[in-house]
Structures are given as structure tokens and as C-alpha cells.
T-cell receptor, first 105, second 113 residues
């Protein structure tokens, strides 16, 4: 199984960009990298996913390293509502501990 | 936007009783998952389901657990004889393709007393 490594926690100020890193050095060549988040007292929520190219959607951007051993989720302007646990997950859909993002006003 | 619907939102049951947790995935989705999350802990994979059969299951998913897609729309998780340690949030998720994003339901909070 591909293993991912994420920082336990990060802090950001409101309206500033946030870069959430993930290492996935053992990911297979055909596995997508998925990002989900879990807001307090809610179920996980899909954020974004990609294979090789950088991806953008209305929620975030995903920058994938050329060797695919790491990726970075970018929230362009953090809001208080973005405070959540962010998970980087390969195709096996197994959740790790994730990164708890705190957004300060 | 299409949703994954889970019922009930909260279920209280006596230890040793059977419970069935229900999920209605998004209608054209083909891949289905169940997860559980014990309070304060991480989201744990239980089972994945595709083409009317289990694709993978975790060590948590023992003989007490079963899944069914009885009528082509519902996707159920049954726990035959509940234990206190089965108390958790249970989440259902579905996707059109395993390489696409999954949509999660809001969960069922199971309390075993």
C-alpha cells in the first residue's frame, strides 16, 4: 500500500494562502492523488485529485511534483471555514492522520 | 448537487442487537465504500464494493459485518451482534470511477449501550 506523510498540524492567517504538503514516495505510477478534508462534526469532503499535471478547481489547486513523490494542496485565500483536517490519499482510499489546519482571524 | 444519503442519522442499540445502516449512493455511481470513525480518531476503511461484490475489506470487517446492495439503489452495512466498541460514526461513500473523487454521506452515529 502506498503510504503518505503529512504534517500533524498547520496554522494560517485568514485570507492568506496555505500550502499543505504531502509525501507519497511509494505511490504507484497509475495511482491518482486525492485530497479530502473533514470539517468539524462532518463527513469527509472531496477537495481535488490529480495524476501528473497540476490541477485547479473552485476549492483549491494541486501541485504534483514531477517525480510524483510529493504533492501540495494550495488554498489560495484561507477562510475560517477552511479550518479542517486535510487528508492526502492515494487510490486505495485509506485515510491517514491528515493535517489539522487552523485558520486564525 | 447530487448527494449520498445515510439513514438514520443517529441510532442507539443494545449490545448484542443487530443493526442495519442504510446508504443511498448517487444514482449512476458504481464504487461504494463504508468507513467508520470512532470519536476523536481517524477515519478507518471497512469495505469497498463494486459490481455487486466486495472488492476489499479491512481487518475490522470481520464476520460480524456484512454489506448488501439489495435493490440497485440502497447500500447497507449490517452489524450482526453489536459490541460497545462498535460505537462510532459510520460513513458511506460512492464514486462513478475509482480514479474520480468520492462523495461521502453525512454519516450515521451508532451508539451501543
Amino acid at each position: 500500500d502506498a503510504k503518505t506523510t503529512q504534517p500533524n498540524s498547520m496554522e494560517s492567517n485568514e485570507e492568506e494562502p496555505v500550502h499543505l504538503p504531502c509525501n507519497h514516495s511509494t505511490i504507484s505510477g497509475t495511482d491518482y492523488i486525492h485530497w479530502y478534508r473533514q470539517l468539524p462534526s462532518q463527513g469527509p469532503e472531496y477537495v481535488i485529485h490529480g495524476l501528473t499535471s497540476n490541477v485547479n478547481n473552485r476549492m483549491a489547486s494541486l501541485a504534483i511534483a514531477e517525480d510524483r513523490k510529493s504533492s501540495t494542496l494550495i488554498l489560495h485565500r484561507a477562510t475560517l471555514r477552511d479550518a479542517a483536517v486535510y487528508y492526502c490519499i492515494p487510490n486505495d482510499m485509506r485515510f491517514g492522520a491528515g493535517t489539522r489546519l487552523t485558520v486564525k482571524p | 448537487e447530487p448527494e449520498v444519503t445515510q439513514t438514520p442519522s443517529h441510532q442507539v442499540t443494545q449490545m448484542g442487537q443487530e443493526v442495519i445502516l442504510r446508504c443511498v449512493p448517487i444514482s449512476n455511481h458504481l464504487y461504494f465504500y463504508w468507513y467508520r470513525q470512532i470519536l476523536g480518531q481517524k477515519v478507518e476503511f471497512l469495505v469497498s464494493f463494486y459490481n455487486n461484490e466486495i472488492s476489499e475489506k479491512s481487518e475490522i470487517f470481520d464476520d460480524q459485518f456484512s454489506v448488501e446492495r439489495p435493490d440497485g439503489s440502497n447500500f447497507t452495512l449490517k452489524i450482526r451482534s453489536t459490541k460497545l466498541e462498535d460505537s462510532a460514526m459510520y460513513f458511506c461513500a460512492s464514486s462513478l470511477d475509482r480514479d474520480l473523487g468520492y462523495t461521502f454521506g453525512s454519516g450515521t452515529r451508532l451508539t451501543v449501550v
